[in-house]
């Protein structure tokens, strides 16, 4: 079982639902590899009727039809929804544009969210376009909320990551392992690699199994034997900065990870 859930999630959610009447919009970062595992059920029901921007993030991880599809699966519930690569500046900047939408009207109040991980804070970052909000590939980062103004007429507040107390399906608890919206100490990284190699091979992706991997970056230990442990977490972590390629572990009409 992979589940994390600390004292400052809870915090969050709470602080997250009380600052719900400040704010206009919410910006809602999924990773765009896991469109479904990666969007909290928690966040969707505190959100309500709020006005919303699904931000899929780390599109350039993802592969690029799956990502069309999904934009036109979210689209279609009449949710804006666009992709972001957070190291692209155009690509964050339709964001700032959205949100200056309503700007005429006066001040907007915009609160960027997610699960740990998602990409909340280089959203932030790109919007403002220096590095306030603190950023680092692993989750849990993000600790408190904070306000930045964007524009004289825009703000934006960056929250933690939030995931649900408990994640029950068990696809899903790999997924996010594996996109990193887990801490590794969190779980085991040869069992969420071994579920990654037999979902890439049942689909096709083209990631090497985890034997192969460890046999070609030389995990042998003295007498033949794999280090297979060090050698998970390096494959997850080529998985992670997408050296197996752009990916994407959900499609709009797999209904695996439900």
């Known amino acids: 079982m992979i589940q994390w859930y600390p004292g400052h999630m809870a915090k969050a959610m709470r602080r ?7 704010v206009d919009v919410v910006v809602e970062a999924i990773d765009a590899r896991v469109p479904r595992s990666g969007a909290n059920p928690m966040l969707d029901r ?63 109040r915009a609160m960027v969210v997610g699960i740990p991980n998602s990409g909340k804070s280089s959203i932030v970052n790109g919007l403002l376009r ?6 680092e590939n692993r989750a ?16 934006v507040m960056d929250t933690p990551g939030v995931l649900p107390p408990k994640i029950a399906s068990t696809t899903s608890q790999w997924k996010l392992a594996a996109v990193g919206a887990v801490p590794s100490e969190r779980y085991d990284p040869e069992h969420v690699a071994r579920s990654l190699s037999l979902w890439a091979a049942h689909h096709g ?8 991997f460890a046999a070609e970056r030389g995990f042998v230990r003295r ?27 959900e499609k709009p009409d797999d209904a695996e990870a439900t």
Do not use: C, M
Not at 16 to 22: H, R
Not at 140 to 155: A, C, D, K, N
């Open 223 to 249: 007498g033949g034997k794999v280090d297979e442990h060090n050698a998970a977490q390096s494959y997850l972590r080529a998985f992670e900065a997408g050296k197996f390629g752009r990916i994407t572990l």
């Open 16 to 22: 997250i639902g009380e600052a719900l009447a400040l």
């Open 46 to 108: 505190a959100l309500g009727r709020k006005r919303r921007i699904v931000a899929l993030t780390r599109s350039d991880l993802a592969d690029p039809a799956t990502t069309r599809a999904w934009l036109d699966a979210l689209r279609k519930r009449g949710i804006t929804a666009i992709a972001v690569d957070a190291h692209e500046q155009r690509s964050v900047a339709r964001i700032a544009t959205l949100l200056a939408a309503n700007a005429e009207r006066g001040t907007t």
């Open 205 to 212: 992706a083209g990631i090497p199994p985890p034997e192969a």
């Open 130 to 135: 220096r590095a306030a909000a603190k950023t």
């Open 140 to 155: 849990g980062i993000t600790r408190r909320t904070q306000w930045f103004r964007l524009s004289p007429h825009v703000e």
